[in-house]
């Protein structure tokens, strides 16, 4: 068990530093100089030199990785150009932000792609199937920002009954558990949790629909065991790999959260990004990348490692 | 020499082949209901961009301030006009055209590359494959959203720049399908016997490995038609994508957001559209997998 957290965690540090160096080039990759956004245009010739050596940006490229790479290992992204606050405090509380919603949209998406998974993979190929079936690839197939705009339309425009867009009461980024605060969380975190319903529903039933086909499944119904005692065991060899899922699809909501904080104005990571490409804030763009990407490794590496303490078979195969 | 010729020409002549793999696959989705009528709207789609301009009623780029967002139904504007007063139904056919080939072009793309990328890992192995699959493994390691909002937003906004994008985030995953099925396949028997026999890697990749492994591949990709038409328009809906005044369905969907207010359905249109498109090619691609399971 170390041994395999240990390899797995050393086979993560090549990957890691793959991320960073592809969101440290990203910036290089942007037309016209990084500069350009924080210069007026008429700048002159010494001013914009003065600017380049002030960023580093007159150094050749391993060096400016280096000294970047040097500088975020203590946790220092930079400065936003926009508002010339620190990166890492903007992200910090806009990871938060995008987290609330992306764990409770997980949750929910858990919930209902369990139960649509479990029962469709039982009644295989009957009508309960199609159903469940039908309704899992509604929900990966939905544009989710469009989604969330019609359930806009149907609770807030016409019902009136949650707010249609914003983070909170008062704009304060305050977070409690207050139905004044929570009711602006649920049309984000609905619209979110239909993509992992529909994932985590195919994946459930396809394990439930496997594992009923084993051997030991005949085996315990044959020594007598109820259907019901039969159906914990089903449950209890589908559930690792389905909390598995359950790991990963947080990890892809964060990062794709930029679409739904859009639609609500959620103030999270997907409302920075949105703002850093609109201005050009290049630091912005690349501590907010940095950030989600490796925390989505690092969320990879810990569902596999939890994954396998809990399911010996894992680290066999 | 006459009489050669006429003794090899029979065995020459390819002989007839026996109902292959493929034409089961063909039968077997043309025998799905559900997935002959995904087929039948994407068709449809299709036809709507191709012959937009005779189809569609209107000019979709003509406005007029005192027809803004007209309610579905107005005479003269049966989906209703924007918030420019465009013809509703007009940009929707129109916008078919720029949204399918956003969301189309992508795949077979990524596809190619992402095949190449990793059949030749999974076939050469060694330190190609791990200079390729690590490389790969750095991309895979984007959440695909954020790969392509990333890029795009670097590269900036438009529209080829937004293909780019998301043919990028789709090579990843592509790549370590084919690998994977490739590194099966290649240590399969026959393999060995080809290379025993004397044929070089081209051959056996041509003849022996591409024939067992795109298939997979294949069936992976089709999957990906869905995820891409959402994320093309997403792009646009973000900005990222289509400039205005074009007719795109994600951009309209942005444009009209304000409009939820006045004129909700109209509103609600463009997306609609998008999910139409995107559930027909993600139930095809189900029975397309179905079909080709031969052991279910």
Same mark, same amino acid.
């Given at each position: 068990m170390l041994f395999y957290t240990l390899k797995r965690f050393i086979l993560t540090v090549p990957v890691a530093i793959g991320v960073s160096l #592809?969101?440290?080039?990203? #910036?290089?990759l942007a037309p016209g100089d990084p500069l350009t956004a924080v210069l007026p245009t008429d700048a002159s010739a010494e001013l914009q030199a003065q600017m380049r050596t002030l960023y580093g940006f007159d150094k050749p490229l391993p060096v400016q990785y280096?000294?970047?790479?040097w500088r975020v290992l203590h946790g220092d992204l930079g400065q936003s150009i926009a508002t010339g606050r620190p990166v890492i405090s903007e992200v910090f509380n806009a990871v938060t932000n995008s987290l609330v919603i992306a764990a409770a949209a997980t949750l929910i998406g858990f919930v209902l792609g369990s139960l649509l998974g479990i029962v469709a993979g039982y009644y295989q190929g009957t009508w309960i199937d199609r159903a469940a079936s039908l309704i899992s690839s509604l929900g990966v197939s939905v544009p989710h920002y469009w989604l969330g705009m019609v359930l806009v339309i149907i609770f807030s425009v016409q019902l009136g009954w949650l707010p249609a867009t914003g983070g909170g009461p008062d704009g304060s980024g305050n977070r409690s558990f207050e139905w004044n605060y929570l009711r602006f969380l649920v049309l984000p975190a609905v619209t979110m949790s239909v993509i992992p319903m529909g994932i985590i529903a195919r994946s459930v039933r396809a394990l439930v629909g496997e594992i009923l086909t084993q051997d030991f499944v005949q085996a315990l119904a044959a020594k007598g065991l109820t259907e019901r005692g039969v159906f914990r065991h089903v449950?209890?060899? %589908?559930a690792p790999t389905a909390f598995a899922v359950m790991g990963l699809q947080l990890g892809y909501l964060l990062g794709g959260s930029i679409l739904i904080e859009t639609v609500f104005s959620w103030p999270g990571t997907g409302f920075l990004l949105n703002a850093a490409i609109f201005q050009r804030d290049l630091p912005l763009l690349q501590g907010t990348i940095l950030v989600l990407a490796l925390f989505f490794v690092f969320l990879n590496l810990t569902v596999d490692v939890v994954q396998s303490a809990i399911d010996p078979r894992v680290q066999r195969s | 020499m006459s009489i050669l010729q006429v003794s090899t020409s029979p065995v020459l002549t390819p002989i007839a082949r026996s109902p292959g793999y493929w034409s089961g696959v063909v039968r077997r989705v043309s025998r799905d209901p559900v997935a002959m009528t995904a087929l039948f709207v994407i068709v449809a789609l299709i036809l709507m961009a191709v012959f937009a301009s005779?189809?569609?009623? %209107?000019?979709? &780029?003509?406005?007029a301030m005192l027809r803004r967002l007209k309610p579905i139904g107005t005479p003269g504007f049966p989906l209703g006009a924007d918030e420019l007063g465009r013809d509703m139904l007009s $940009?929707?056919?129109?916008? %078919? $055209?720029?949204?399918?080939?956003?969301?189309?072009?992508?795949?077979? +793309? %990524? &596809?190619? +590359?992402g095949s190449a990328l990793g059949i030749t890992a999974g076939y050469v192995g060694g330190l190609t494959n791990t200079l390729i699959m690590r490389t790969i493994d750095v991309f895979y390691a984007f959440p695909s959203v954020l790969l392509a909002v990333a890029l795009s937003g670097a590269l900036g906004a438009g529209l080829t720049n937004a293909l780019v994008s998301i043919t990028l985030v789709f090579i990843p995953p592509i790549a370590r399908v084919a690998e994977s099925v490739t590194t099966q396949v290649r240590s399969l028997d026959y393999i060995d016997a080809a290379r025993a026999s004397g044929a070089g890697a081209f051959t056996i990749i041509r003849v022996h490995v591409l024939g067992n492994v795109l298939g997979p591949i294949f069936v992976y990709a089709t999957g990906l038609v869905s995820v891409s038409m959402i994320l093309a328009s997403g792009l646009s809906f973000l900005g990222l994508g289509v400039r205005p005044p074009e007719p795109e369905w994600g951009l309209m969907l942005n444009t009209l957001r304000t409009a939820i207010y006045n004129q909700p359905l109209v509103a609600a249109l463009p997306g609609a559209? +998008?999910?139409i498109t995107s559930i027909a090619f993600n139930v095809l691609a189900d029975g397309l997998r179905t079909a080709m399971d031969v052991k279910s």
């Open positions: #592809v969101c440290f080039l990203l #910036v290089h280096g000294l970047w790479i449950l209890k060899n %589908a | 005779s189809i569609a009623p %209107a000019d979709p &780029f003509k406005s $940009r929707l056919i129109y916008g %078919a $055209r720029l949204s399918l080939l956003m969301g189309l072009t992508p795949v077979p +793309i %990524a &596809f190619i +590359i559209m +998008i999910f």
